[in-house]
């Protein structure tokens, strides 16, 4: 079928000066056909886009116009939409950009007293939603759920939050959060939200060192967390691994006076957990005793919100701060837009609340927009690899977002899987947490959404609180593999090494002109760390730490992180914390990371290690090695390779070549490049030898 109805806008006229990123668009107007193979584009079809709440490019244009050209207009419009207390000052947006002319400040909606647990819950209520559900829960096993209204789900954040207050947690505090996908989740950030204490919620898949590592960092007056989990058929004792923290932080100054334990009896027995009186009480012991109704705390919108760690290009972890208002507004809007959502939807997405996908897109932006969500605890190949599909069929799932190491194993485990269920209810797809390949696209576009579904691959980051570069899905003609356009008031420019912004067709840096609302503030404790690695790298912008392209019609393609953070299963893991955990290692002499092309995890962890002297290789010790790495930091971050390394190939002023590092890792060895300004050339010749030993 052949695309007869595409056409050229004249974008150029359409396009406000400065935002040259989409001067050379041409765009396709919507027609009813579908993808053909002889283009690239992959058109939304009539039925789609004539329903959608942007539908065509030239909508899409006026509006992002609008948003460029008048951004306190564009956003305050939007903010009213909410719940203030008192309306913000007279500045809806007070930024400095750039480190030259002084210190980087962000600020929006400034004065503004609100609360963002009110704006998810009492005012969806108060306009009738109460009885709608809020959070359709699916466990591991697949005959075990439940549900919460949204009138319920308030209660419960009421009775914990009244346990908090009561506990003595105010406003700023913060608390740690360290729990699975169970709806306590949700519920406990939902009550920090409600009081104005800061949640920090770590993943629970993170080793007793990196949540001991956070919790003294932060230093939270509650540590919340559940007794064990179970996912897939393993089960995974949480209390154990916060106990071993606890313990850690205390001896590093930090004390935890109050742990609360959620008891998951699915998973393991109340009386096998091990408790110290005082400290450790059972969630369902207290929380359910105290009034299901309480008052909100008014919070400035720029009062913090939540600390989440991220990783970056030295060992410690990044405590990324978002704020209240900024935040509610983008998340809400980004989720409504990107996602094409109508109140009928019924929303999954497969991220957990240990990452910024699971707090802006599984409990704030849906729950802002009164939305139907799934919460599921198990895993997603578990009982076998269509369970994702049964999921979507039973909840009539209608809008699926998850992460393209996810497409990419299920696409390996054949079509049946998928094939058997209907996936009638299906919408709109999503992808994130890393560039999705095109064959992975088309599989996800034609075999899960039957060539009906839009996808909206969006990119954005921890940093970015909200989607940057996304689809609107009835707007946009898609290429497989391209996030496509920026999403409202948001202007990504693409510079050179010298830090000039690149117009047209181009790859360099990507970079992020002026604020976002959703932009994170600071980094938590150390400001300058703030200032130096996001704004000093290219004067006047935001640097993301992504490379990216733009094609001759103005598409953005994502090339990856150009620092030294390896993207596993979309998961962010700095080189230096697997290295600085593999040298810790008493044998361990030496250690350089670097990132290599994987089948499923798009990027696989391979690690040179060089021993003690006198060490001698063998299995034992390959898996000692790995079995650190897993402890320190989690199983998720365990080296895929480790490759003997008798020396490291370094520049006479000590510094490590990874550039020949990654070709040796990629075996790509007709590629090594120019090796003669190595210390020692032989180097090379010797790691080739060991490959694969
Ligand atoms: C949301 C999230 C951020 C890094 C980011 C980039 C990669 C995320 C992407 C993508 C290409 C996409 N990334 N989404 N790359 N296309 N749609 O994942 O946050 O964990 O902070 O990771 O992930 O490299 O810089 P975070």
Redesign the pocket.
């Known amino acids: 079928k052949t695309n007869n109805f595409l056409r050229h806008v004249e974008s150029m006229k359409l396009m406000p000066s400065g935002a040259g990123h989409i001067s050379h668009l041409n765009a396709v107007i919507l027609g009813d056909s579908l993808a053909t193979e002889e283009d690239d584009f992959v058109l939304p079809s009539h039925d789609f886009a004539s329903q959608a709440n942007v539908q065509s490019p030239e909508q899409y244009l006026k509006m992002y116009k609008r948003s460029i050209e008048d951004p306190a207009g564009f956003w305050s419009e939007i903010a009213a939409e909410f719940y203030w207390k008192q309306k913000w000052g007279h500045k809806v947006c007070d930024e400095n950009f750039d480190v030259r002319k002084g210190n980087i400040k962000i600020e929006w909606f400034k004065g503004g007293i609100t609360n963002i647990c009110y704006n998810c819950l009492d005012r969806n209520i108060e306009a009738g939603l109460g009885d709608k559900v809020a959070i359709y829960w699916e466990g591991n096993e697949p005959d075990l759920d439940g549900t919460l209204t949204y009138i319920q789900l308030l209660h419960q954040v009421c009775q914990l939050a009244n346990y908090l207050k009561d506990n003595g947690v105010k406003k700023g505090d913060a608390v740690i959060i360290y729990l699975p996908m169970l709806m306590e989740l949700p519920i406990a950030m939902l009550a920090c939200a409600r009081i104005g204490a800061v949640h920090s919620v770590v993943f629970a898949g993170f080793s007793a060192e990196s949540l001991a590592q956070r919790i003294i960092d932060c230093k939270p007056k509650v540590v919340i967390t559940c007794n064990a989990v179970k996912r897939g058929l393993k089960v995974l004792y949480l209390k154990d691994i916060v106990d071993a923290a606890i313990k850690d932080s205390a001896q590093n100054g930090v004390s935890i006076d109050k742990c609360l334990v959620y008891g998951n009896s699915l998973a393991t027995k109340r009386e096998d957990t091990k408790w110290k009186d005082g400290r450790d009480i059972w969630w369902q012991d207290v929380v359910p005793q105290y009034p299901t109704s309480c008052l909100v705390e008014w919070v400035d919108a720029e009062d913090p919100l939540f600390l989440l760690y991220?990783?970056g290009s030295t060992g410690k972890p990044k405590g990324?701060l978002h704020t209240t208002g900024g935040y509610m507004v983008y998340t809400a809007t980004t989720f409504k837009y990107a996602f094409d959502y109508k109140q009928s939807d019924i929303y999954w997405c497969t991220?957990d609340c240990g990452?910024?996908?699971g707090h802006?897109y599984v409990t704030y932006g849906p729950m802002l927009n009164g939305a139907s969500v799934i919460v599921y605890e198990g895993a997603p190949n578990y009982p076998d690899a269509g369970r994702c599909w049964d999921i979507v069929d039973k909840y009539k799932v209608t809008i699926f977002y998850t992460?393209?190491t996810l497409v990419r194993s299920l696409m390996r485990d054949g079509d049946d899987f998928v094939t058997r269920y209907s996936r009638k209810s299906l919408r709109v797809l999503g992808?994130?947490?890393?560039?999705?390949n095109p064959s992975a696209w088309r599989w996800f576009y034609n075999v899960v959404g039957d060539s009906r579904c839009p996808i909206s691959?969006?990119?954005?980051?921890?940093?970015?609180g909200g989607f940057m570069?996304?689809p609107l899905p009835g707007a946009w003609p898609q290429k497989p593999g391209s996030?496509t356009f920026p999403f409202f008031g948001v202007q990504p420019v693409i510079v050179d090494e010298n830090g000039v912004e690149i117009e047209g067709e181009c790859s360099g840096y990507l970079c992020v002109k002026k604020s976002w609302p959703g932009a994170f503030r600071t980094l938590y404790g150390d400001h300058e760390r703030y200032e130096t690695t996001y704004f000093k790298a290219f004067a006047g912008y935001y640097f993301?730490?992504?490379g990216c392209s733009r094609d001759k019609d103005g598409y953005h393609w994502?090339?990856?992180?150009v620092d030294d953070?390896i993207?596993v299963s979309?998961?962010?893991i700095g080189t230096a914390e697997v290295e600085s955990a593999l040298v810790s290692h008493p044998k361990c002499a030496e250690a350089a990371v670097v990132g290599v092309e994987h089948a499923v995890k798009g990027q696989g962890i391979y690690a040179f290690v060089t021993m003690v002297d006198g060490v001698q290789y063998s299995e034992e010790l390959r898996k000692e090695l790995v079995l650190t790495v897993r402890k320190q930091i989690g199983a998720f971050a365990a080296p895929d390779k480790i490759h003997w390394a008798p020396g490291l190939p370094k520049t006479r002023s000590g510094k490590i070549m990874r550039r020949i590092l990654r070709k040796i890792a990629s075996r790509q060895l007709d590629e090594l490049g120019d090796t003669s300004t190595l210390a020692d050339p032989n180097v090379v010749n010797q790691l080739i030898e060991l490959a694969d030993s």
Request: aromatic share 8%; net charge negative; hydrophobic share 35%.
């Open positions: 991220t990783s990324v991220a990452w910024i996908t802006s992460a393209p992808s994130v947490g890393e560039p999705i691959d969006t990119w954005w980051q921890t940093e970015t570069i996304t996030a993301s730490g992504d994502l090339t990856g992180r953070v993207n979309g998961h962010r």
